[in-house]
């Protein structure tokens, strides 16, 4: 039997670091656990924290041996790890702005409970941001079910920024809303695959919005409105990363960034009640 497991406090976790690994979870022990598995196993970014919100039907998905075992390793390689219980649900747009709010770090890191981060992925996506200086970055998940589904027409999405990213207003309708068919399936890793990169090498690519595993400059996220507009939108409701990068672009820019170490688990939704996009609700109201 598990020993009892150490919550953390809110008041002990806010501190200065460089970084914040912001994880809301519901009803799925098994994929968090390999979530915090990859988290633990990152290197070259010593300064990191991660904060675990559980919205769990019954008891909260930590409490599982395996997950309370990745959140021991990742304490033991110094990161410090808040675990957090946000009920009632209030919709996805509430629950991101309570991880938001949990953390005081330069940079968060927005990661879902399906994805596993290959190594090295973190430093990546930190450098990536240093470099750019625009308001967030991606790594887009893949989906190996798709390995040898190939789809080259959704290949003319890729473009290149030459140069830093720039702010950009995208809408639904317009030719940059097309950028997202990049990212379902394999898509991307096909991309990757096709440009041969060196080791070590990676690309800023142009994107409407990246699902699943978004790294942002917490202080331009926090300008641009964060996940504040929950209050706006019906609870029932998805698309709310979309709405906030969106916003986060119009102000700031943002990249998608290749290769991705970004691994879709491919477990069923836990977000089942999906009645509206958030972002088109916002969208209406502006």
């Not at 005081?104 to 990661?111: D, H």
């Not at 079910?145 to 080259?152: E, F, T």
């Amino acid at each position: 039997m598990s020993r009892p497991l150490d919550h953390g406090t809110s008041g002990e976790f806010r501190a200065e670091r460089h970084l914040d690994v912001l994880v809301p979870t519901r009803n799925r022990p098994a994929e968090l656990a390999v979530t915090l598995s990859g988290l633990a196993a990152q290197e070259a970014v010593p300064d990191f924290g991660v904060v675990v919100s559980d919205q769990s039907d019954d008891g909260p998905a930590y409490a599982h041996p395996a997950v309370a075992a990745m959140v021991r390793v990742l304490r033991h390689r110094g990161h410090p790890v808040l675990l957090t219980r946000r009920l009632p649900r209030r919709g996805m747009a509430e629950h991101r702005a309570a991880l938001l709010a949990a953390s005081t770090a330069r940079y968060v890191l927005c990661l879902d409970d399906d994805v596993w981060l290959a190594p090295g992925s973190l430093r990546r996506l930190v450098t990536a941001i240093a470099e750019l200086g625009c308001g967030f970055v991606g790594n887009a998940v893949h989906g190996l079910s798709y390995r040898h589904d190939i789809r080259p027409e959704t290949h003319r999405h890729y473009e290149e920024w030459d140069g830093p990213p720039v702010p950009e207003r995208i809408r639904p309708g317009g030719p940059e809303w097309e950028r997202a068919l990049l990212h379902p399936a394999a898509n991307l890793l096909h991309v990757t695959e096709r440009l041969r990169l060196p080791p070590e090498a990676w690309r800023a690519y142009k994107v409407s919005w990246i699902g699943g595993c978004v790294l942002y400059d917490r202080e331009k996220l926090v300008n641009a409105g964060g996940f504040d507009f929950w209050r706006r939108v019906p609870e029932r409701h998805q698309g709310e990363d979309v709405a906030a990068q969106l916003a986060v672009l119009e102000r700031y820019g943002g990249a998608g960034v290749l290769p991705s170490g970004a691994f879709h688990l491919e477990s069923p939704t836990t977000v089942t009640e999906r009645e509206v996009e958030a972002w088109e609700v916002l969208l209406e109201q502006a």
